[in-house]
Each structure stands twice: as C-alpha cells, then as structure tokens.
C-alpha cells in the first residue's frame, strides 16, 4: 500500500482519541542514527496561520537528543494491530537495545527524517517553537500529580509540513 498526500486539515480521526488512546510514534533522525517513542500527550491544531502539532518529551527520553539535532520529525499513527509495537517502543529505551531489530519496522526517508511503511497515517513535522515546562508555570494542583520528581517535558510546537495518509486496498 501506498501513502496519499493530504492536508492536516482532512483528517477524519478524532484528534484527542488518536494520540491519547491509539498513541503516536514519534521518530527522529536519518536511516543511519535514529530512535523513536511512542506518546500519547500532546495536540493538533492551528497556531501562527499554520497546521501544527505539538509533542511533550522529557529530556531523560533518549530521543529527546535526536529531536534537539534534527529540524524535522515525524509523528506515525498505527492500526491496532501495532499496540503491543507502540507500547514497546514507550516503555524501552534506545540507549540500551535496538528497537528496530526488535519491532521489525520498515524506515522510509522523507524530509529529512523517517517514518514507517507501517503507519497508516504520517505528520512530517518542523520545529517551529520550544518551551521547557517550569515549576512557576502551574495553575493548578496537577504539577504534584505529574511531576513528582521534577522531570518536566519539553514542549515542541512544530508545523505539520506534510500529511501521509494509507492508501486504502
């Protein structure tokens, strides 16, 4: 199957349903030196005139140094027939195993980044906007919900550059 470019804007999914429930693949990198995580925070829509999305990834993440090398990244969505594949990459690290070797993923180069044959959906992003979430910040009690040990997420603003959807059969 192959993938169709579309605009963000076109998407059909619900969007809070898609990365809080189905979980995204974020991935950054060239096919010589990349990793990828799954997460399930973060959100879709329109800032500065332009489709954006943005992702929340703590530094202690071994993928938060390919996201701070790289301009570009992308976000995969997956059928559920990936959830076990997703959960995996969210919950192992690629500073101690080869996640590739073990998810058996085919990488596609687009953009200065990969995705993967499997997805059904793609976002190629560019970073546009970083913002370290601070202490000082919070408004409200959740602050002592989540981050306990103080491991704030960095906050990526990024324009959706261009939307992959899978071609259906």
């Not at 998407?11 to 990793?35: A, F, H, Q």
């Not at 990969?114 to 979430?133: A, G, N, P, T």
Request: hydrophobic fraction near 35%; charged fraction near 25%.
């Amino acid at each position: 199957m192959t993938f169709t470019e579309s605009h963000p804007r076109e998407i059909p999914d619900n969007v809070i349903k898609l990365i809080g429930r189905e979980w995204m693949l974020i991935t950054s990198g060239s096919k010589d030196n990349y990793n990828m995580m799954t997460a399930s925070w973060g959100g879709l829509g329109i800032l500065w005139y332009k489709p954006v999305c943005f992702i929340f990834v703590r530094p202690s993440r071994y993928t938060y140094q390919f996201l701070e090398k790289n301009d570009y990244f992308s976000i995969g969505f997956f059928t559920n027939e990936y959830k076990s594949m997703l959960d995996f990459c969210g919950s192992k690290s690629g500073r101690e195993i080869n996640k590739m070797k073990e998810v058996n993923l085919t990488p596609i180069e687009d953009s200065n980044t990969l995705y993967f044959q499997e997805s059904r959906m793609v976002f190629i992003c560019k970073k546009l906007y970083m913002h370290d979430i601070k202490n000082e910040n919070f408004l409200s009690e959740i602050r002592e919900d989540i981050y306990k040990d103080d491991n704030y997420h960095r906050m990526y603003v990024c324009e959706i550059a261009k939307c992959l959807v899978k071609d259906a059969i």
